[in-house]
DNA sequence: AGATATTCCTGGAGGC
DNA sequence: TGCCTCCAGGAATATC
């Protein structure tokens, strides 16, 4: 579900209930989510004292004193919200604080995890990360230097969290549409006008994104409950056979360009193949 | 090595 | 109403 503005608005919605807290009690409602609990994950918790939160591509990190990050990731269809009992179908697990808040991991598909680690930096999970899209490291430069080697399609590029992290299957197809190219392109093919742009094109979609408070498709909601309003902007996104927004830029056409949906690597894309190239 | 297909899981939507 | 198939914000793994 979640790409790296809904995960940035789940931390800015939970942060300031952490901030400063201390973890009392940990329920654990099943054995495992996508992968088991690590080893004494309830007792590694309980007592902890959190000292930071913060984000890394789609993981949620919360930083203890006991010198471990709480690591969690959504999945698809994960969410943390601040709820009283009675628990819900799919709140897998419930976190206690110190002022008797509970904040509960809800998650139907359960394609989300959740780990204790030393280092993030090293951890398995972390290492092979590439670069943050938000982040001074990202540029045209950047971008370009992880596209050279690439042959495959540059959607699909852009949606490796090798290349950069934090891009998934909604934000890439509004890149690309920014940026006016098509997903089909060679990853490798791109002229440097264009990885200038669809530099931008990610910058600018995931910057908006944020402002909004993520997207909800079907049931992503904010750590207050709301949903994201950014579903609103998409301007290919789900727009199957949709006249796109360029029929009116550039005045009367004899065909009305429409949205096209297509499939790659077993996931949608939307694009116009008028104004993407 | 790199590109592509498959897999994990549940629920909602749409077809018949 | 019910049953069936397909599809969904991710990403590791297997296969070519």
């Known amino acids: 579900m979640p790409e790296l503005p809904e995960v940035e608005t789940v931390v800015r919605g939970i942060a300031p209930h952490l901030k400063k807290r201390r973890i009392t009690q940990v329920e654990l409602r099943r054995a495992d989510l996508r992968v088991p609990f690590p080893k004494g994950f309830k007792e590694r918790l309980e007592g902890a004292g959190i000292t930071g939160i913060s984000r890394r591509a ?22 943390l919200m601040f709820r009283e009992a009675p628990f819900k179908k799919h709140d897998h ?6 002022n008797g808040k509970k904040l509960i991991f809800h998650d139907p598909r359960r394609f989300g995890l959740m780990d204790l680690v030393k280092d993030t930096k ?13 982040a001074e490291g990202f540029n ?122 297509i499939t790659q690597q077993g996931r949608a894309t939307y694009y116009c193949n008028n104004c993407q190239k």
């Not at 530099?199 to 408070?213: D, F, H």
């Open 122 to 134: 090293t951890h398995k999970l972390f290492a092979h990360l590439g670069v943050e899209p938000l």
């Open 140 to 261: 045209s430069v950047t971008l370009g230097a992880s596209l050279k080697t690439r042959s495959g399609p540059i959607k699909t590029a852009i949606m490796d969290q090798k290349v950069v992290v934090g891009v998934g299957n909604i934000y890439a197809s509004e890149s690309l549409f920014q940026a006016h190219i098509s997903p089909l392109r060679k990853a490798n093919s791109l002229k440097k006008s264009e990885i200038s742009a669809l530099c931008e094109g990610i910058k600018n979609v995931l910057e908006l994104a944020i402002k909004s408070g993520g997207s909800s498709i079907k049931d992503f909601v904010q750590s207050s409950g709301k949903p994201g309003y950014f579903q609103h902007s998409f301007e290919v996104y789900g727009h199957t056979n949709k006249p796109c927004l360029c029929a009116a830029k550039h005045g009367i056409l004899k065909i009305t360009p429409l949205v096209k949906k």
């Open 93 to 98: 697990v419930i976190f206690t604080l110190d």
């Open 58 to 79: 789609k993981y949620i990190l919360i930083e203890l004193d006991t010198a471990e990050t709480l690591v969690i990731h959504l999945g698809m269809s994960g969410s």
